[in-house]
């Protein structure tokens, strides 16, 4: 079965403190692996996507890698408002799933200025 | 800003009220979403019409019924809801239905059922 898990579930950084956020994902065959910023009382902010092992793209301070297994959000000297909610999702190339998006349940970041 | 623009902001309605959810796209986007969201969950798929045809209703019950009179427009009609509806819902748009082009999602309608 599809499955995204995200970890860790809440972090808590101080200004300055990279990191980095894990999205292990079960497909049978990975279409595209998608990345959203989402802050409270908002819609999901797109980000990254990213097809294939080996791929990187980078935005300001982020940078999306990923693995035939897991994707990593690396986050380079967090700002106060890199605070939000960083959401994983997959999309299966089983078509039999619609290819529907199959989310993650995100990962809470604070940092402390 | 997002470019996806929802309506309204806030709703909050009784159990017998009739009220609509109204989103609108101008990127020329020709697949759109409804999904529902609870507190610290990801979203939820509702509906996703391609091409202005209905395309997935993920077993959404008859209460909520969704309109799309154009590739711009989306509609959400809601009748009858329960106070478990109350959620944050949603409106998303993407190029194409399930090629890999990215959700690009409203601010969404935070909706309390009194």
């Known amino acids: 079965e599809d499955q995204v898990t995200q970890s860790p579930e809440a972090l808590r950084l101080q200004e300055g403190e990279s990191s980095s956020l894990n999205c292990s994902y079960t497909?049978?065959?990975?279409?595209?692996l998608f990345w959203y910023r989402q802050d409270p009382g908002k819609g999901p902010e797109f980000l990254f996507t990213?097809?294939?092992?080996?791929e990187e793209k980078e935005k300001e301070r982020l940078k999306a890698t990923l693995t035939k297994k897991e994707s990593f959000l690396h986050i380079t000297a967090p700002k106060p408002e890199d605070s939000a909610t960083y959401l994983c999702?997959?999309?299966?190339?089983?078509?039999?799933?619609?290819?529907?998006?199959?989310w993650g349940l995100g990962t809470s970041l604070a940092v402390n200025p | 800003d997002t470019e996806v623009t929802q309506t309204p902001k806030h709703l909050v309605m009784g159990m017998t009220n009739k009220k609509s959810l109204k989103c609108e796209q101008h990127?020329?986007?020709?697949?759109m979403y409804w999904y529902k969201q609870k507190a610290k969950k990801p979203p939820e798929l509702m509906f996703v019409?391609?091409?202005?045809?209905?395309?997935i209703n993920e077993s959404v019950p008859s209460r909520f019924s969704p309109e799309c009179p154009n590739s711009s427009l989306l509609n959400l009609h809601l009748h009858a809801l329960q106070p478990e509806d109350s959620a944050l819902y949603l409106c998303?748009?993407?190029?194409?239905?399930?090629?890999?082009?990215?959700?690009?999602f409203g601010n969404g309608t935070r909706l309390t059922v009194t």
């Open positions: 019409y391609s091409y202005e045809k209905l395309s």
């Open positions: 990213l097809y294939s092992a080996g």
């Open positions: 990127m020329g986007h020709r697949a």
């Open positions: 998303a748009s993407s190029l194409q239905q399930g090629n890999n082009s990215p959700l690009h």
């Open positions: 497909v049978s065959g990975l279409r595209g």
């Open positions: 999702a997959v999309q299966d190339t089983n078509a039999g799933n619609n290819r529907k998006l199959i």
